[in-house]
C-alpha cells in the first residue's frame, strides 16, 4: 500500500504563499487520484483541491479557488500544493490522501490512504 508523506507546512504572514508537498512510495502513484483536506482549530477536516491520475481533473473548494493550486509530478511520485494569497482562516492541519477512484472526489471515505499532515499557520 502507498505511503504519504506531507512537507513543507509552516508560519507566514495574510497575503503570503506556501507550497506543501507529499510524496508517496510506491509504483502505482501515477495510478491514483489525489487529494488535499485540511482541519482547522475546533473543525471538521474538509476538502481543499483534488487532481485526478494525469492531471486531467482538478477540482478546488470554493474557498481556495482562484488562489490555491494543485499539481502533480508523477516522475517524482509528488503533488503539490501551492498556496497564494492566504488568510488567517486557512490556517489548518493540511492532509494529502490517495484515492483509486478514476476521478478525484471531495468526501474522505472516497479516499484510502492518509498522511500524517503538515500544519499550516497564517498570522494576520
Known amino acids: 500500500q502507498v505511503q504519504l508523506v506531507e512537507s513543507g507546512g509552516g508560519l507566514v504572514q495574510a497575503g503570503g504563499s506556501l507550497r506543501v508537498s507529499c510524496a508517496a512510495n510506491?509504483?502505482?502513484?501515477?495510478?491514483?487520484?489525489m487529494g488535499w483536506f485540511r482541519q482547522g482549530p475546533e473543525k471538521e477536516r474538509e476538502f481543499v483541491a483534488a487532481?485526478?491520475?494525469?492531471?486531467?481533473?482538478?477540482d478546488y473548494a470554493d474557498s481556495v479557488e482562484g488562489r490555491f493550486t494543485i499539481s502533480r509530478d508523477d516522475a517524482e511520485n509528488t503533488v503539490y500544493l501551492q498556496m497564494n494569497s492566504l488568510k488567517p482562516e486557512d490556517t489548518a492541519v493540511y492532509y494529502c490522501?490517495?484515492?483509486?477512484?478514476?476521478?478525484?472526489?471531495?468526501?474522505?471515505?472516497?479516499?484510502?490512504?492518509w498522511g500524517q499532515g503538515t500544519q499550516v499557520t497564517v498570522s494576520s
Open positions: 487532481i485526478s491520475r494525469g492531471g486531467i481533473i482538478i
Open positions: 490522501a490517495a484515492s483509486s477512484a478514476t476521478l478525484p472526489g471531495r468526501r474522505r471515505y472516497e479516499y484510502d490512504v
Open positions: 510506491g509504483p502505482t502513484f501515477s495510478r491514483l487520484a
